[in-house]
């Protein structure tokens, strides 16, 4: 398995370099805040791909492309938040089934390792959501430097990196794992949230009691009786 693929480097050779730098920078905070932006990097996401796919769609259709591709790219953003536990469901199932098929390439009963690996996938949102981030950021990143460094100092970063796949594939994992360790260090616990939360309502002052009602007025008819005092 190649992490950093030297076809996709040599297909994106005719990136400029402020391109470049904008997706490092990306790939460096996706990979530092993953979770603590989490929402953020799956409704910006999922938006985007659906977007680009309304544009397929609606190039390969004849409809009116621009049109498909901003409907379809707001309905999913607005439904990307409920549709974040599904793609952690089918993310996690295409994870196990590509490291089984990796490790053991004769392995059978493959439906069973996607469902397996779609429930971890739930039941560990978190820590898998933080191994997405920090792996999509480490990957968009060494790609995007490797062309940055190939255009200042003018080597060929893409048989360099066929050359040292194996170094390359270790610096990835490692990455990989000092981005989990940060992000966890770096996320807001949820039980200090709540406790900060208690705290501030405890210290909000008490509602003042309300006024005493105002006395009714006096009736005009009991004022003229006889016999009757004036309220």
């Given at each position: 398995m190649t992490l950093i693929a030297p076809d996709v480097l040599a297909e994106a050779r005719g990136l400029t370099g402020a391109m470049s730098g904008t997706i490092c920078v990306l790939g460096?905070?996706?990979?530092?805040?993953?979770?603590?932006?989490?929402?953020?990097w799956i409704v910006s996401g999922i938006t985007l791909a659906a977007g680009l796919i309304g544009l397929n769609a609606g190039r390969t259709s004849g409809t009116h492309v621009m049109a498909v591709g901003i409907l379809l790219a707001v309905a999913a953003g607005l439904l990307a938040l409920e549709l974040a536990k599904l793609f952690a469901f089918i993310a996690g199932g295409c994870g196990a089934?590509?490291?089984?098929?990796w490790v053991l390439p004769q392995a059978q009963e493959l439906w069973a390792v996607f469902l397996c690996g779609g429930l971890f996938g739930l039941l560990l949102y978190r820590l898998w959501t933080m191994l997405l981030t920090s792996l999509i950021g480490v990957v968009f990143g060494l790609h995007a430097g490797l062309l940055l460094a190939?255009?200042?100092?003018?080597?060929?970063?893409?048989?360099?990196?066929?050359?040292?796949?194996?170094?390359?594939?270790?610096v990835v994992v490692g990455l990989v794992v000092l981005g989990i360790l940060l992000q966890a260090a770096s996320a807001p616990e949820e039980a200090e949230q709540e406790?900060?939360?208690?705290?501030?309502?405890?210290?909000?002052?008490?509602?003042?009691?309300a006024p005493p009602p105002a006395p009714k007025p006096t009736p005009w008819w009991k004022k003229v009786l006889p016999g009757r005092k004036a309220a």
């Open positions: 460096f905070a996706l990979w530092l805040f993953g979770w603590r932006w989490h929402r953020f089934w590509l490291a089984v098929q190939e255009q200042a100092f003018g080597f060929d970063a893409v048989e360099w990196a066929a050359a040292h796949t194996a170094a390359l594939n270790g406790k900060k939360e208690e705290a501030k309502q405890e210290e909000e002052p008490a509602p003042a009691p």
